[in-house]
DNA sequence: CTGAAAGCGCTTACAG
DNA sequence: CTGAAAGCGCTTACAG
């Protein structure tokens, strides 16, 4: 039978509640009493009970999760996991808020968080916007104990304690080697169209992008990047323009999130004219387009992982416990018309 | 507060025990008796507290795990990851043993199977061989009450009640378009090499990557399937051979587990001569070869997701739950050098 | 057919 | 600094 703190109690000569002070790192226990139920921890390979403990506990962890309110569908998606996330807060023990605020804001977002610390959350998770005034606002989150994580879009430099997110630059590396493969050795030029470089995101990605387009297509003639505030109108404006101006346009890389706008101008283009299309997330739209052979390739970061993983980590951190990288990695999937989920 | 067993007693005028039989759907209760006990459990809005429920039963599941004795690096990473899933048997209430048996052998399978009935574990999880005795052995698994999961190669038309494990047709058509793709309009012919077509894995593969050469691939030209029953040397022997005799390979889908033979025989040829590889399994071979530019793209299975599947169904199949088939879906990964997990 | 009581493995006031 | 007792939300013999 695995051991309990019954056990323990017993081998080690003392009650349940000492067992339960030294387990938990909790002060009052005399250095040799300490020592004695430590050596009969490990001599019966004690491993507690998370279940139980929790139980027990009957503690439940307040989080705050601060997005953008912003409608495109990788946005609506991650609020949809939050949501479930919220349904589940019964048998995960948690208490989960959301707080709305303006896209690409700093001052707002800071704001926000600013808000927050007055109601001592365990943890808070946001969408980063890059800004002075939002670093400060983490280290106020800090200074008052709370656990905080970036979520999609990181923060690097602030006291954050973790970031649920992919590896931005690593998605515009692949991209670029999709795009690059795909466009099949034909000379050409490359589109991009972000949202906007402001946004720390799209500008990871479109370093990824460069860098690979450099080392390993020199043939691709890649044109400055087009940004249009992920706006549907605009981008199907400029992509057109784009298209219009240079019928050499081979490839297309969409690393933002306006793809419906994208994909309105492609349609304007001939089938055999059309130009490899990479973009980013899996939405009704792009699945849409996936099989319909207008995008060739979507990459995407799974939001169910990311909110998932936000609140594992936050749970962690208000225990104490430090992050198992490997475990909280969030993958770029690569989606092809074949092997979507 | 979440109401709990206690409210619903207090609120339908019943014990605890009778709240208990009605939850778990247990005889013995008046007609009368039940109603009034689900009219409180649904006006209370009920929902059980599965960690305490868990924690109260003190049950455990009892599984087998029949795993070929293979040592490809797939397979060991099963292994582990069922290894790990013992490791974690405190936590998770259950208890698995490994049984193993010689890998594409129906008789010895079935044997196994047949073997494990009388000791009544809840349930078994195998990798499928295809075979008469086989679809037998699993009916005699169902009719001992037992749950029945294929995992990583199905038995389509047995009783299992699940299969964790990929979509081979997906991955040999997701394969195709990426070998097609990658060509990049180069006529040319495309070499496949595999472990046997006696596993059903292997046969879905090459149908799904064949129907999608046809569909809109028509310059490649597919020569017939190598069969080197996953051996390095012979591996390196056949592609070897294929490659010294057909000058305008340029492509090649290794859809088995013979890639270190596969690379062997690749090293051999000039950098620029080499075929664009697309092969199966992120495992450190062909996560090296992709590093090295000597594999294009791997697909994966998620061994890791791939075993907790199987845990959660056969859990989920004890407890006569349905299984939530997106939830339990296992992806096909795609991975580039620049995405590698 | 129904209920009172004990217990699963922990944690938490409270008392000393 | 330490312990006895009650309780978290369930389930399970056992008794009636």
Redesign the interface.
């Given at each position: 039978m695995?051991p309990t703190v019954h056990d323990i109690a017993r081998s080690a000569g003392v009650s349940l509640a000492t067992v339960d002070r030294v387990l938990n790192g909790r002060p009052g226990v005399r250095h040799v009493t300490r020592e004695r139920v430590e050596q009969a921890i490990s001599s019966l390979g004690y491993?507690r009970?998370?279940?139980?403990a929790?139980?027990a506990k009957g503690r439940t962890y307040s989080f705050v999760f601060v997005l953008p309110n912003y409608d495109n569908s990788f946005m609506i998606g991650i609020r949809d996991e939050v949501h479930a996330a919220i349904s589940r807060s019964?048998?995960e023990r948690t208490q989960i808020r959301i707080v709305e605020v303006p896209p690409f804001d700093a001052a707002a977002l800071a704001d926000a968080l600013n808000h927050i610390v007055p109601d001592r959350p365990d943890g808070v998770a946001f969408v980063a916007v890059e800004g002075l005034e939002v670093h400060a606002a983490v280290a106020g989150l800090k200074d008052a104990g709370i656990a905080v994580v970036t979520l999609v879009s990181d923060l690097p430099g602030s006291e954050r304690d973790h970031f649920a997110g992919i590896d931005n630059h690593?998605?515009g590396?692949?991209a670029a080697?999709?795009l690059g493969?795909?466009?099949?050795?034909?000379d050409g030029r490359i589109a991009v169209i972000a949202g906007s470089m402001l946004v720390r995101d799209h500008r990871e990605r479109l370093e990824?992008f460069l860098a690979?387009m450099g080392e390993s297509f020199a043939r691709l003639d890649v044109l400055p990047v087009m940004e249009a505030r992920d706006n549907p109108a605009l981008t199907a404006e400029v992509v057109s323009a784009a298209l219009g101006r240079y019928p050499d346009i081979i490839g297309l890389y969409s690393l933002g999130a306006g793809n419906r706008g994208m994909l309105h101008a492609l349609r304007e283009v001939a089938r055999e004219a059309r130009p490899v299309v990479v973009a980013h997330e899996l939405t009704a739209t792009t699945r849409a387009a996936l099989s319909h052979d207008l995008i060739?390739a979507v990459?995407n970061q799974d939001a169910g992982h990311e909110v998932r993983s936000a609140i594992r980590v936050l749970k962690g951190k208000v225990e104490g416990l430090s992050v198992i990288a490997a475990q909280e990695?969030i993958?770029?999937?690569?989606?092809?018309?074949?092997?979507m989920?």
């Open positions: 695995k491993v009970d998370v279940a139980a929790n139980l019964g048998a690593a998605a590396r692949t080697n999709l493969r795909f466009t099949g050795g034909r990824g690979v060739d990459l990695r993958r770029i999937d690569i989606f092809l018309k074949d092997n989920p």
